[in-house]
């Protein structure tokens, strides 16, 4: 979306000695995200005329506004503000703010909200992945599954007089927190998000392990958390309908480790506890993206239906972004 003319006031921005972080992340980001494909999902839902039968606003202009607010953890009218005053925002949305004004948050939230209704934002992170299996860069033989807590809001400051209903508390070590959980099936080579499921926080791991597999894998990586998960009926149903054996890595609990006597056989079983340790620290990549980089350490909107859809636009964003190198031209 390159401006056609640029203004005195882009044309002196050009003429900078420093290029910005924010400069050279959008470039690599306008470079990476497959927007004809995004558009395509989209478009079919997209209205034809806005208000009073005016042209609505571009839907590539409103994607990118979106993924702006998804990049820099940002609300409605904080996006809008922060446009108008970022010349690098302006220019990756193409907006000349002496022909056109900046899409208001009112139209943002409308836009979320077609997303979520329609469930584009699940339908966008598909054709992400797909995008990147043809590349050859996703969908190896193994997978990893993990689930992060997402803390939501506690205060009882508004009209219910209540806390989110949807979310729930749960305990982790000696720390309890409130929110949902996100539940992730990740590629073993790449570190791509292949599958999200998304929960109240008290919903155990190992219950959504089934449906974190996407049927092709071979072996399987899991923390101490998910032990005894091969045995269970509704992993033993899901194997069996898609004809599926796996190899399960599940590291075993630390209590368990400190109980052997000393000696080589243990320093073995430790060695290999390190190995698979390694393998798994790849889980950790996208969710040091999303809740780090994006900065989306808590959630921002109610229910779990709005969050899940966020976070699958997260997940497709992070899985662009890791891999950013590879298909940048």
Not at 54 to 69: A, T
Not at 220 to 246: C, H, P
Not at 250 to 260: C, F, G, H, M, P
Request: hydrophobic residues 40%; aromatic residues 8%; positive net charge.
């Amino acid at each position: 979306m390159p401006p056609t003319q640029f203004s005195f006031a882009q044309a002196e921005y050009g003429k900078k000695k420093k290029r910005t972080r924010r400069e050279i992340f959008l470039e690599k980001m306008e470079q990476v995200v497959p927007w004809a494909r995004l558009m395509e999902v989209i478009a079919p839902h997209y209205p034809k005329s806005g208000k009073r039968g005016r042209p609505p606003i571009g839907l590539e202009r409103m994607l990118r506004m979106y993924f702006v607010q998804q990049w820099y953890g940002l609300a409605d009218e904080a996006v809008e503000d922060a446009i108008y005053d970022s010349q690098a925002l302006r220019n990756f949305m193409d907006i000349d703010l002496c022909k056109q004004s900046v899409p208001d948050a009112t139209t943002l939230m409308g836009f979320r909200h077609l997303l979520e209704a329609n469930n584009l934002a699940q339908a966008m992170l598909i054709e992400v992945n797909a995008m990147l299996i043809e590349r050859g860069l996703l969908m190896s033989k193994g997978t990893l599954v993990d689930a992060t807590l997402i803390a939501a809001p506690s205060s009882t400051k508004n009209k219910e007089h209540g806390r989110d209903p949807e979310m729930h508390q749960a305990k982790k070590g000696n720390q309890w927190y409130f929110g949902l959980k996100a539940h992730i099936g990740v590629d073993k080579e790449s570190g791509l998000v292949h599958t999200l499921v998304t929960t109240s926080a008290n919903v155990s791991d190992i219950s959504q392990t089934p449906v974190l597999l996407h049927g092709q894998e071979q072996e399987v990586w899991l923390d101490a958390g998910y032990v005894g998960v091969e045995k269970r009926e509704d992993m033993q149903a899901a194997l069996a309908a898609n004809g599926q054996e796996l190899k399960w890595h599940i590291a075993r609990r630390r209590k368990t480790i400190e109980k052997l006597a000393e000696g080589w056989q243990k320093s073995l079983v430790q060695a290999y506890e390190k190995l698979k340790a390694q393998v798994r620290a790849r889980v950790e990549h996208p969710l040091h993206v999303v809740k780090n980089i994006f900065q989306y350490k808590k959630t921002r909107y109610q229910g779990l239906a709005k969050n899940d859809a966020q976070l699958n636009v997260l997940f497709a964003l992070s899985n662009l972004y890791m891999v950013r190198g590879q298909l940048r031209p």
